[in-house]
């Protein structure tokens, strides 16, 4: 059966070898960097290795760039990882140093003044909880009130957290110029707060790449429409959320965020926590394929694994699993429109008769040639049916409309006619397999040559 929901697996220490990649390659549409961990020359080795393994298998994937944003982090620990226990000092200090099991630096030193006695600090998506005993610029001593893991990088959260920081900071920048000299696809964007963060690295990026704001804090929460606006996707990152807001109305900001998502025609993801338990064990907790059935029914794009497969013992075992209940929870779907039918456009109407003529038709797919990739996305949001394949020619559009769901990009050389556009849609379902002679399909488009302009809808015979 055809997957729909699109998957997006994180690179780590547990999938860089090349055999790994090869095994994740069968069930993943999108790889992760996190620019959170590693250097450059790891990440640059990274996509080398990706894009080598990718072609030798002739599937197309993009690559996704995640920029840490705006967020306190502790520095580089002498071991990893440490165990913090109940009752342990803990120190965070100003001054760069290599931690251990008692203090770690931070990555923000003029952000330990925010802190006071009494707060309630969170670190590791608030899997440990830490009490402010004393503070000062450059030193904040804390107790440990819950205990657990923790290693270079990780993330602190706390009610007086700093949301005046410049965004991009000076290390995002230098990140997402990295990412565009190698291509990335997509870059995903750590503690967006408003519509000007989305803006100010837009103004960096311009078209390059896809910009998915990553909603993880209550500004972001707040500013949420003007956010899905300006941005082409959105991920629910929800271990930063949950600290953020009341853990109880994470499920309820999933659902809204989604269905603000489908009603722009803009691709959403699902993070934080797909599989943990899988880090270590070889199959799923039942709450697990419970929350993944749920985000495929409240109509997410897409679902990422983080830890899963980035650090954990089974990476491509969790790849697999994911695709399964994914692909199961897909076959109770039914068509919907994420909007209310009297509000659409001219391009919207189109796209969404195209997918009613699909299915009354018994068309075995809905073909949407597309230069920008917009048309492909409006179709989406209806959620068909039927496969939806678009015909793209260019390289880098391709790649981005892998994380939209239920959509099969593939290259096709420029059409200088309709009668020739056609041609190419019949043959493109014929070669993938979708459909064969005398079968039929629907190919919705625009003016050849003119951007944002789908206004055709013809239903054809495979020749």
Same mark, same amino acid.
Request: hydrophobic share 40%; with cysteine.
């Given at each position: ?30 790889? #992760? ?39 306190? #982090? ?16 803990? #120190? ?30 969170? /670190? ?40 005046? /920081? ?51 804090? &209550? ?83 897409? /679902? ?95 790649? &981005? ?63």
């Amino acid at each position: 059966m055809l997957r729909r929901t699109k998957i997006v697996c994180t690179i780590g220490p547990a999938s860089r070898d090349k055999k790994i990649l090869s095994k994740l390659l069968k069930y993943t549409d999108v790889f #992760r960097i996190n620019f959170s961990h590693g250097t450059h020359e790891e990440h640059r080795e990274d996509i080398e290795r990706l894009r080598a393994v990718s072609a030798k298998a002739g599937k197309v994937v993009a690559v996704m760039q995640d920029i840490p944003g705006p967020k306190l #982090r502790i520095g580089r620990l002498s071991q990893e990882p440490v165990i913090l226990k109940k009752g342990d000092v803990f #120190r965070l200090v100003g001054k760069e140093i290599v931690g251990g099991s008692s203090e770690a630096s931070v990555n923000y030193p003029e952000m330990l003044s925010l802190m006071k006695e009494g707060d309630t600090l969170y /670190l590791a998506d608030g899997l440990i909880r830490m009490k402010v005993r004393k503070s000062s610029p450059e030193i904040v001593e804390c107790i440990v009130v819950q205990g657990g893991l923790i290693s270079s990088g990780k993330g602190i959260s706390f009610s007086r957290r700093q949301t005046s /920081l410049k965004y991009p900071t000076e290390e995002d920048i230098r990140h997402i110029k990295f990412g565009l000299d190698h291509s990335v696809d997509l870059i995903a964007l750590s503690f967006v707060r408003s519509k000007e963060d989305v803006d100010n690295v837009r103004d960096i990026v311009g078209d390059s790449a896809y910009l998915i704001a990553k909603i993880e804090t &209550r500004n972001a929460v707040d500013n949420l429409h003007e956010i899905v606006d300006a941005s082409d996707g959105v991920m629910v990152a929800r271990g930063d959320l949950g600290v953020e807001v009341s853990i109880e109305s994470v499920p309820e900001l999933q659902e809204k965020i989604i269905g603000e998502c489908m009603k722009r025609g803009k691709p959403s993801i699902v993070a934080t926590q797909m599989l943990e338990s899988m880090v270590s064990n070889p199959v799923p907790t039942r709450a697990e394929v419970t929350d993944i059935s749920t985000a495929v029914k409240d109509g997410a794009d897409a /679902l990422l694994l983080s830890d899963e497969t980035a650090v954990g013992k089974y990476p491509a075992r969790a790849a697999m699993v994911l695709r399964r209940i994914a692909s199961y929870a897909e076959r109770r779907l039914k068509e919907r429109t994420g909007m209310h039918e009297d509000n659409l456009n001219p391009e919207e109407a189109v796209s969404r008769a195209a997918c009613i003529l699909a299915t009354y038709s018994g068309a075995k797919a809905i073909v949407t040639p597309t230069q920008t990739g917009a048309t492909a996305r409006r179709v989406s949001m209806f959620r068909p049916s039927k496969p939806i394949v678009a015909l793209c020619t260019d390289a880098h559009v391709m790649r &981005r409309l892998c994380i939209v769901w239920g959509v099969l990009p593939v290259m096709v050389e420029q059409a200088s006619s309709t009668d020739e556009l056609l041609d190419k849609a019949s043959e493109a379902c014929a070669r993938m397999g979708i459909a064969k002679q005398g079968e039929y399909i629907v190919v919705t488009s625009g003016t050849i040559g003119v951007r944002g302009s789908t206004n055709m809808l013809k239903i054809m015979k495979i020749s």
